[in-house]
């Protein structure tokens, strides 16, 4: 059962345009963490979303953690080549050490 | 800070043999490590949990015996893939968690297994 729906799975777009992509889940999350990762390479952790309706800006990039804690959503505005990569949500649940649940990840393609 | 390293970058060996993994927390100490598995163009896929001192603890379907993780300080996981065969050619990845942050993981920039 993949308990983290990502969409959309790829996205191919021009520099400067406008995205979002997004995370939905049946299950609830005590947290909720956006990675990007290039080929090759391990994935990077961005944000860490915990409270349920929160919103964080990081640069061009604006995360949200829905008010159930049951889905998220990230907004990238006027995308730029160095954006491009695999974007992972990836959902914890419980306390103390959580192992993470990975959605299947979405991958953005910026064109010049 | 929240470096974690992975050595080697890449590995190519021929099957029926060993190959060790290490992951290393430079700029922390990490409780608990995890490791990752990733085909290509694909998610992550959890093996299993790495906790200093003690047995890790393995996700459904994984082979302990074939996947030997070995925790045995609060800076150093290991991952020895035993016996290896084509099938286990993979890019092979590796965090760690924060003290008092244990739900976010820092990731190493993994480890590409070729078996040949």
């Known amino acids: 059962t993949q308990l983290l729906e990502q969409s959309p799975q790829f996205l191919s777009i021009q520099e400067g345009e406008n995205l979002t992509v997004y995370c939905n889940s049946s299950s609830v999350f005590s947290s909720l963490q956006w990675y990007r990762q290039e080929p090759g390479e391990g994935p990077v952790l961005l944000v860490t979303v915990v409270t349920g309706g929160e919103v ?27 954006d491009t990569g695999l974007y992972l949500c990836a959902g914890a649940r419980g306390s103390g050490y959580s192992t993470l649940t990975f959605g299947k990840g979405t991958m953005l393609l910026v064109s010049p | 800070g929240a470096v974690v ?23 922390f100490q990490a409780t608990t490590m995890f490791w990752y598995r990733q085909f290509p163009k694909q998610s992550l896929m959890l093996m299993a949990t790495s906790n200093e001192g003690s047995k890790a603890t393995y996700e459904q379907g994984v082979e302990k015996d074939k996947f030997l993780i070995n925790h045995a300080s609060l800076t150093l996981s290991t991952l020895t893939v035993t016996s290896a065969h084509p099938e286990d050619s993979s890019f092979y990845i590796c965090s760690a968690s924060l003290p008092g942050y244990s739900y976010e993981q820092y990731f190493g920039p993994g480890t590409r297994l070729t078996v040949t």
Do not use: M, N, Y
Not at chain 1, 65 to 82: E, N, V, W
């Open chain 2, 5 to 27: 390293s992975q050595h080697p970058s890449w590995v190519i060996c021929k099957s029926g043999t060993s190959v060790k993994i290490e992951c290393r927390s430079l700029d």
């Open chain 1, 56 to 82: 964080k800006k990081l640069k061009r990039l604006t995360f949200q953690f829905g008010d159930a804690r049951k889905d998220s959503s990230l907004h990238i505005t006027a995308a730029q080549p160095g």
